[in-house]
């Protein structure tokens, strides 16, 4: 049986706030793109009526900007659909946030990418069933079955793979244990953006 999506497993520091002040132009288009193609959303039939997927960009240091949880239903986002998390201990499962709403389940996951490379600046987290089987099919870099999405063993398994080398140079994981779940990440929205429909392309 598939995990609910959605479900925030980490300990959140909330801090209820107003929207950041960075200008989300881009990253919002971007959301706008992968809602149109089914890859964020929310349907009553798929994955528990859970809204999925989420996306973020760097706000200088580790820190990043992401969707915040269970807006996946919501066809257009604005600034104040998004979150500021400027800390994250993943070993300790906690993260601190100020917005406002919560961060996404999957803020350990973007935490962990962020921290691997300084220059990526993009990360986003879609849920694409012909995709996502068209990747483990063809052993695209993938986290084991019995890792859990939104968890320090998930922040773990990337940071591995990272290190490996084949994740570093294509840009794209696929979470094997997570239905449908898959992961991309670039130096710019454009390029992880790019990364994503590539493959979404050839899995046509």
Excluded at 24 to 49: F, K, T, W
Excluded at 95 to 116: D, F, N, Q
Excluded at 143 to 167: D, K, N
Aim: net charge negative; charged share 20%; proline share 4%.
């Amino acid at each position: 049986m598939a995990e609910q999506e959605g479900v925030i497993k980490y300990r959140l520091d909330f801090e209820s706030g107003s929207a950041p002040d960075e200008d989300l132009a881009e990253l919002i288009v971007c959301r706008s793109i992968l809602h149109g193609l089914d890859m964020i959303g929310q349907h009553p039939d798929r994955y528990g009526g859970y809204g999925y997927g989420n996306l973020s960009r760097r706000a200088g240091g580790d820190a990043f900007l992401i969707s915040a949880s269970q807006t996946g239903g919501l066809a257009e986002l604005e600034p104040e659909h998004f979150t500021r998390v400027s800390e994250v201990d993943i070993e300790g499962n906690r993260v601190r946030a100020r917005g406002p709403l919560p961060p996404s389940s999957e803020a350990l996951t973007h935490a962990m990418i962020y921290c691997l490379d300084q220059a990526i600046t993009c990360v986003l987290h879609v849920h694409e069933p012909r995709l996502w089987q068209y990747g483990l099919a063809r052993g695209l870099p993938a986290t084991e079955a019995t890792v859990a999405y939104g968890t320090p063993a998930m922040a773990r398994a990337v940071q591995q793979l990272f290190e490996q080398g084949r994740l570093a140079r294509q840009r794209i994981l696929f979470m094997a244990g997570h239905e449908d779940g898959v992961i991309a990440f670039g130096n710019s929205s454009d390029q992880a953006l790019a990364v994503l429909l590539r493959h979404w392309i050839d899995s046509r």
